[in-house]
Structures are given as C-alpha cells and as structure tokens.
Nanobody, 124 residues
Framework: QVHLVESGGGTVQAGDSLYLSCTGDDERTLATRAMGWFRQASGKEREFVAAFNWLGSVQRIADSVDGRFIVHRDRNTLDLQMHNLKPEDTAVYYC??????????????????WGQGTQVTVSS
C-alpha cells in the first residue's frame, strides 16, 4: 500500500504563487507508477492538473493551467509550482499514483493511490 502525503496548500490572493509537494512512502512501487495532481472544486467534478510518467521523462499539463503551473518529479516526490493563481484555481488538490505499473494516464480513474488532499484558496 502506497501512502501519499501532500503539503503546501493555503490561502492567497489572485496573482500569488503557491508550492505543493507530495511524497510517497513506497519508492520501489512508485518507481513504476505515473504520479499526478488532480483537483476538485466545491460542487464540481475532479479535474486533472498535471502528471509525470514513472521515469520522470514525460509530463502532461492541463490546458487550464499550462503556462502558470510547473510540475516536477524526483523519484517518489511530485511537486507543483503554481504561479499567477486565479480564483478559479480554488480547490482541494490531490496527489495520486497510478494503479498499474508502466502506464502513463491522465484519467483519474486509473489512479489507485491518493493523498488526503490539501486546500488551495485564491481570493480575488
């Protein structure tokens, strides 16, 4: 069982930056799993934000945050740098790891391990 722990959420003003970090405790398993960030705003469905493959060589960023968010992976850690935040970025952000090895996907249903989530609130 992989446990993922997120940190770094908070409340900021529009235009500010925040840095989220996620660490998993099973480096051996995560070495073969894609890792990603997803978010869910109140009353809305879960949304893909960014993901990296298991090698840390291929990444995907959602169009809604491309150019503002930067994702970085180093083995069992996945960081998310969020710049020029907007009120619509307000959500609970979740770190996740894929359920199947060596499969790169941005579909949240393919992710089996989830962190507890961290709240990001952006005020206008």
């Amino acid at each position: 069982q992989v446990h993922l722990v997120e940190s770094g959420g908070g409340t900021v003003q529009a235009g500010d930056s925040l840095y989220l970090s996620c660490t998993g405790d099973d480096e051996r398993t995560l070495a073969t799993r894609a890792m990603g960030w997803f978010r869910q705003a109140s009353g809305k469905e879960r949304e893909f934000v960014a993901a990296f493959n298991w090698l840390g060589s291929v990444q995907r960023i959602a169009d809604s945050v491309d150019g503002r968010f930067i994702v970085h992976r180093d083995r069992n850690t996945l960081d998310l740098q969020m710049h020029n935040l907007k009120p619509e970025d307000t959500a609970v952000y979740y770190c996740a790891a894929a359920g199947l090895p060596r499969r790169f996907t941005i579909n949240g249903d393919d992710y089996h391990y989830w962190g507890q989530g961290t709240q990001v609130t952006v005020s206008s």
